[in-house]
């Protein structure tokens, strides 16, 4: 493939070679005819010499006319660029895969420890009903699942032999649950947190659940003192 894309190459750079170069020799032929055109001639005993100067003139401006759109053509022709066949992908090539993110430290764990689970951490200061609680958990839950399941899948089939289990425990201001999830982070355990749409009961852009999966003994170390909802 890469031999055939150069022949290409070649071939289209010699094509706009030629077409230049012809496009000059003509704009060179049109302009010695006008010049022979522009010498004196005798002037026919049949004819008017105001009829022929006019011919003339007409013919000159048309023929000037010609020559400057094909010089401007040719010059256009000639820096035009040519794409080199370095340039260009060879055909039937794969296109290039997305490197996927690397693994998370959770997943060395997930190898050395068995007791794995996942803690709820709910705002009670947003005053949410029983069924408004619910599907925040369950946001929180799936949006923790899809994010180790790319880049933690041995930590989630550990959680699962554990049997998925699950605390909701609660908090009373989002300032506490932002130091809670710095608090994870320094321990390496991923976490996710639930930021509402405010169509029901709370405002918008309200964080209201986070979830955290890790070694039972790790997550307690951040979320053990709390109660449980």
Not at 11 to 26: D, E, I, M, Q
Not at 60 to 88: G, N
């Amino acid at each position: 493939m890469g031999a055939s894309a150069s022949v290409l190459g070649v071939s289209a750079s010699v094509l706009f070679v030629g077409v230049g170069c012809f496009a000059v020799g003509y704009l060179l032929a049109h302009r010695r005819s006008l010049y022979l055109s522009a010498s004196p001639s005798p002037s026919s005993p049949f004819t008017s010499d105001d009829s022929d100067e006019d011919e003339e003139a007409k013919e000159k401006a048309t023929k000037k006319t010609r020559s400057r759109s094909l010089f401007f053509w040719a010059r256009s022709a000639l820096a035009m660029p040519v794409p080199s066949a370095t340039s260009r992908e060879p055909r039937g090539s794969k296109p290039k895969k997305k490197q996927k993110p690397p693994p998370l430290e959770i997943e060395t764990l997930a190898e050395i420890l068995e007791d794995f689970k996942m803690v709820l951490v709910v705002r009670n200061d947003l005053k949410m009903g029983k069924g408004k609680i619910g599907a925040q958990c369950s946001h929180a839950t799936l949006g923790l699942y899809k994010k180790l399941y790319q880049r933690a899948p041995k930590s989630l089939r550990r959680w699962e032999m554990c049997g998925q289990v699950k605390v909701v425990v609660k908090i009373e201001s989002e300032e506490e649950m932002l130091v809670l999830q710095e608090r994870a982070k320094s321990l390496r355990l991923p976490t996710h947190i639930t930021i509402d749409a405010g169509r029901t009961q709370i405002a918008p852009n309200s964080r209201t659940v986070m979830a955290i999966l890790g070694p039972a003994d790790l997550v307690d170390d951040v979320t053990g003192g709390l109660k449980l909802l």
